[in-house]
T-cell receptor
Framework: GQQLNQSPQSMFIQEGEDVSMNCTSS?????WLWYKQDPGEGPVLLIA?????ELTSNGRLTAQFGITRKDSFLNISASIPSDVGIYFC???????????FGEGTQLTVNP | DGGITQSPKYLFRKEGQNVTLSCEQN?????MYWYRQDPGQGLRLIYY???????QKGDIAEGYSVSREKKESFPLTVTSAQKNPTAFYLC???????????FGPGTRLTVT
């Protein structure tokens, strides 16, 4: 089935730094979702994107739906220790199709 | 306080036994999903249901079964036919098929 390439796989940063991660697809998507998962917990929805070029913020998080419709980006500004976790992207090709998940970006923030 | 509950949080079973994982939602969502998560991997879809008394296989349905007798409930049975059942199981729901999915806290199943 459809696969998403999420990068980087892991990031080690200092508190206060900005973070960027992205997902790419070989086909066009009409929906991009970004989730955060804490250890041993279920993923929590951070941002949902439905239009090419859309830029949406949620506090220090900003996500963009790429204009080619084959990629999406998540930025975290001024990272803090509680940003630690795994960030997943998920995308949907067309109406009625399944969500496909990336393999996640493990973020570590050093105080 | 609306949400999705999964129970139990941790489950231990002997090989050869069937086990049922519970998933309940009070969000009035029509669609529900079961995913499996293994270390270092993304989520893989086991089964999903868009309406009561109807469900479809996902990408890795072999060795699993589900039922959807009530809108609020979507239990997953891991049968003895599932060759590698030890994993973290996540239940999710959405208002309808094309809407955002919201996840429960997960059940970690260990089979020895």
């Amino acid at each position: 089935g459809q696969q998403l390439n999420q990068s980087p796989q892991s990031m080690f940063i200092q508190e206060g730094e900005d973070v960027s991660m992205n997902c790419t697809s070989s086909s066009i998507f009409n929906t991009w979702l970004w989730y955060k998962q804490d250890p041993g917990e279920g993923p929590v929805l951070l941002i949902a994107l439905y239009k090419a070029g859309e830029l949406t913020s949620n506090g220090r998080l900003t996500a963009q739906f790429g204009i080619t419709r084959k990629d999406s980006f998540l930025n975290i500004s001024a990272s803090i220790p509680s940003d630690v976790g795994i960030y997943f992207c998920a995308g949907r090709e067309t109406s009625g199709s399944r969500l496909t998940f990336g393999e996640g970006t493990q973020l570590t923030v050093n105080p | 306080d609306g949400g999705i509950t999964q129970s139990p949080k941790y489950l231990f079973r002997k090989e050869g036994q069937n086990v049922t994982l519970s998933c309940e939602q009070n969000l009035n969502h029509d669609a529900m999903y079961w995913y499996r998560q293994d270390p270092g991997q993304g989520l893989r879809l086991i089964y999903y249901s868009q309406i009561v008394n109807d469900f479809q296989k996902g990408d890795i349905a072999e060795g699993y079964s589900v039922s959807r007798e009530k809108k609020e409930s979507f239990p997953l049975t891991v049968t003895s036919a599932q060759k590698n059942p030890t994993a973290f199981y996540l239940c999710a729901s959405s208002m309808a098929r094309d809407y955002e999915q919201y996840f429960g806290p997960g059940t970690r199943l260990t089979v020895t």
